[in-house]
């Protein structure tokens, strides 16, 4: 059984393209034309199942077409639209770190150079022309910037995120 907590995302289906089973899909990352990827994990009914790659096309940066092995008809391919792409954690050291969808982040410990432990990142808000992490803190939440200039260090084992924020920031 797949648990949440060894996978990532690195992107999602946006519909079927064509009629012999591939998936138009989003992403940030280049993981999957860069390195030899086996399989995506997928959601389908709210279990993750992983599903075997026959073939990875990117059209652009951010665009793609992936095709699954035993998902052959558009009727087949529809059923995925909308799902989010995982891999397995294995796969964190082939890509960089401003490539892993924000949403992974959600559970992480936040911890500041100057104030320490600051809390864990319940959501992320991208409602806003820029992400922002909402973390509980032990006084409520706090809206913190995804932003690569704040981060000094992301644990991916012990799941912490390590910041140096702005003076005053957290005081908004």
């Known amino acids: 059984m797949i648990l949440k907590d060894e996978i990532f995302p690195i992107g999602q289906i946006t519909k079927a393209h064509g009629l012999k089973g591939e998936l138009s899909f989003t992403t940030n990352s280049t993981i999957l034309e860069d390195v030899e ?16 790659i026959e073939s990875v096309r ?27 792409i995982y891999l397995p954690n294995m796969f964190l050291d082939e890509i960089e770190d401003a490539e892993i969808e924000t949403e992974y982040f959600v ?33 409520g939440e706090v809206l913190i910037p995804v932003a690569e200039e704040y981060i000094t260090g992301i644990d991916h084992d012990r799941k912490i995120i390590s910041l140096k924020l702005p003076e005053g920031l957290l005081d908004l």
């Open 58 to 84: 990117m059209k652009t940066d951010t665009t793609g077409l992936l095709k699954l092995e035993r998902v052959d008809t558009e009727e087949q391919a529809s059923e995925y639209a909308g799902l989010t």
């Open 107 to 139: 559970g992480f410990e936040v911890t500041d150079e100057e104030k320490g432990s600051i809390g864990r990142v319940k959501a992320v808000d991208q409602s806003t022309a820029n992400a922002l992490f909402v973390v509980e803190t032990e006084s």
């Open 37 to 52: 990827v086996p399989f995506v994990i997928l959601e389908p009914e709210g279990l993750l199942v992983p599903f075997y």
